[in-house]
Structure formats: C-alpha cells, structure tokens
C-alpha cells in the first residue's frame, strides 16, 4: 500500500524479503550475482530483464535507499553515488558535451564551483553566475548553449532562499535542465520538483545520515536524464557502496523526527543570538528578520537546522569565539547529531578574495551553526559563554 506521506514512505519502502522473512532490510555484502543459465545471462546484459548484474550497476541495498528519495521527491528514478560531489560530477559529465554552457547561482558549494571553475572547463564547458538576489539577470545569461539552471536554497553557508518557481519558469520558458541541490532542506522540507525541477542532488552525508558516519550521494528526476546518468555512472564507476547504502535507508526511516528537531532547535538558538548584544545579524529562513522570510515559508515546511550570524569585530572576533566554544564542535560537516561550528571566512572560504566571499554573503565575522540534537539549553549555553568570552 503506497503512501502520500514522507515518513510512512521512508519506513515503508523496502525490498523484497528472502526466505528468512527478516523485518528490517539484511545488508547485500556482494560484488557480483550469479545467472541461471546462458540465455539469461545474455538477456541481462542486453537490458532485456531488470535484475542484479554486477554493484556497481546496482544492488539491493542502493536500490532501496534510492526509491526511499524517489518517494519522497516525488521523482521517477535515481542512482546513488559514493558522496554528495561524485553525484554532481557525473550528473554534469553525463548530461553535458563539450562547448555547452551553464547558468548557475554564484552562491553554490566550494567543490562544486571548483567544478565549474577549473575542472568542466577542459571540456570547454563554461559557466555564467548570477547573484541570489538578482533572479532578473538569468535571461541575460542564457546563450544558445546553455543546457542547465543550476542552483541551491537554502545556500551554504548563507542561508538565503531562492525563488525555486521563478528559477523553474525560467528554465522551462528556454528549455534548459532545471537542477537543484536540495542536501540543506531534505525531501521532508522542500520538494524542488514541485517547482518544476527535473532533476535533484544530495549531498546524503549531511541530514540524510544525519550521524556523521558516512559519505553518500544521490540523484533523481525524470527517466530519461537519469537514464544517461545511470549508463555513465555503470561505465566509470562512482557507486555508492551497498554498506553506505543499507546506513543510509535506515537513516531515512527516522529523517522526519531527527529534523523537526534539528528546526526546533534551530529557531531557537536563531532567537537567542537575535536577542545578544555581540551579535549583528542573524540569518534563519523561519526568523521574521530574514530577508526572504515569506518566500522561505512558502517553499520549506519548517527552516532547516543552519543558522549563519555575524559576530561583532569580524575575523579576529570569529576566531576567538571558535577558540572559545567548549562542548559544540569545530568541525567541517553539517547535519549531524553534533552541533558543529564554522568560521567560513577564516577556514573553508579563506582562499577565495574577500571581494567574491562577500558577494556571496560571506562576510568576515559570519559563523555558521549546523545545529545539533543536543538539549537546546546546552547548545545555547555554549554559544553564550563563547559570546560573552
Ligand atoms: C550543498 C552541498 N552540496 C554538496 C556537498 C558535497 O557533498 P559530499 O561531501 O557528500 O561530497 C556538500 C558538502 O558539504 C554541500 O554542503
């Protein structure tokens, strides 16, 4: 019996039991599956039949973890990848020849603009950004190759929304392939398909894990692209181990819980740093203060569990805040059990000129909060005494 709500989807999809009638999926620990004869061996590999062949097309345990994100997106198909940025290499390797083009939001993940940057450009693959709040300069960057509307909401780590119907109406209207990467909402808080996406990535190993243990991709939408995808990533080899994969699905039986709490959670340390004298300014998608406070109620059911703030005094005072947290980690992930704080400007966007880090939002004393499941007293508490440091 099929299901219209994410958390029965989440726990309810699964593959077919064995002959010992487990209740919880086994893990497939295998290379490789074995043919009844010739003949079907054969018809296999001329995709005559759907089964098994070899993992690193497909296997049990990914098979599931990948319908479980089909359900919840609302999408046809999908494959599942090693981690969050071999999912979006081959996605553009498969999707892209060489003299196409892409039009991207100028505030997207580090890897993945070092991708457009230094990386597709030797296949002449170039890229065009736009700014996240000037959505009315798109059309201008469109040339007659452009392939792909490229873009992330909320964004890393600024936390601002995107307009995801006007970026699909956009998309639509020239034709072009409509990808976002939803790894910091969650098929739980926003489904970009809704807003005419045709394909979605993930980065799994943030809330989809949500327990900081393993690394994990995954892309779906519409057959015929994922198609492509799948028959590159068959060919070069960037699966998601069946292992990651078993962790993963049984993460998503408890994804909706974990992150209405991670939200709760959210919005109330977002408040606290509202409220303290050391603190600018405060971004949280479900703070009234956010710029795009209405916009962000209207795509995500609740705001996510990244808070980003400004400290007073800039990089020397974000270092000494960093110095000073005792129980919250310093830490490169997001979306684990763990709250974990960054300091972008002096650490993972320390190389960028300070120019480009403020167009996207990075300004010199932001922190960003990947806010935990800790008590929310605890994490207050701690972000308070390394305030008042
Ligand atoms: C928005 C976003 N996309 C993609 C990635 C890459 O994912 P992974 O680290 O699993 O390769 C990350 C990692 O932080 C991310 O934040």
């Not at 939803?182 to 098929?187: D, K, L, R, V």
């Amino acid at each position: 019996m099929s299901s219209k709500h994410i958390e029965t989807q989440a726990i309810r999809t699964q593959i077919e039991r064995s002959q010992y009638l487990e209740h919880s999926s086994p893990l497939y620990l295998t290379s490789s599956y074995v043919f009844e004869d010739a003949e079907d061996m054969r018809a296999s590999f001329a995709d005559e039949k759907q089964r098994n062949i070899y993992s690193r097309y497909s296997n049990p345990n990914t098979s599931e973890f990948v319908e479980k994100v089909c359900q919840m997106e609302g999408a046809e198909r999908g494959y599942a990848f090693a981690s969050g940025m071999s999912a979006v290499f081959s996605t553009f390797a498969a999707l892209l020849n060489s003299e196409d083009h892409i039009v991207s939001c100028r505030s997207i993940f580090g890897s993945t603009q070092t991708l457009f940057n230094n990386i597709l450009p030797k296949w002449n693959i170039a890229t065009s950004y736009f700014k996240m709040d000037e959505l009315d300069t798109i059309e201008s960057l469109i040339q007659p190759n452009t392939r792909v509307i490229y873009a992330e909401s909320p964004t890393n780590p600024a936390v601002d929304i995107l307009d995801l119907q006007r970026l699909g109406d956009i998309a639509k209207k020239h034709g072009l392939i409509f990808i976002i990467d939803n790894c910091f909402a969650t098929p739980y808080l926003q489904q970009p398909i809704k807003f005419g996406a045709d394909l979605i990535i993930h980065s799994a190993t943030k809330l989809m894990d949500g327990q900081g243990r393993v690394l994990g991709g995954v892309v779906v939408g519409s057959s015929n692209f994922i198609q492509k995808i799948y028959l590159f990533s068959r060919n070069t080899g960037p699966a998601l181990s069946p292992f990651n994969a078993w962790v993963l699905s049984k993460s998503l039986e408890t994804l909706a819980v974990r992150v209405d709490r991670h939200c709760d959670s959210a919005l109330k340390v977002a408040t606290f740093l509202e409220s303290h004298k050391n603190v600018n300014v405060v971004k949280y998608p479900f703070l009234k203060s956010h710029p795009q406070y209405e916009l962000a109620k209207q795509q995500m059911k609740l705001g996510g569990n990244v808070v980003a703030f400004e400290i007073k005094g800039g990089i020397e005072a974000g270092r000494t805040f960093l110095n000073a947290i005792k129980l919250l980690s310093l830490s490169a992930n997001l979306g684990d059990t763990r709250t974990i704080v960054t300091h972008p400007a002096s650490t993972t966007h320390a190389k960028i000129p300070e120019d480009v880090r403020l167009e996207t939002g990075i300004t010199s004393g932001l922190i960003r909060i990947s806010v935990g499941l800790e008590h929310p007293e605890d994490i207050i508490n701690d972000l308070k005494q390394a305030l008042e440091n």
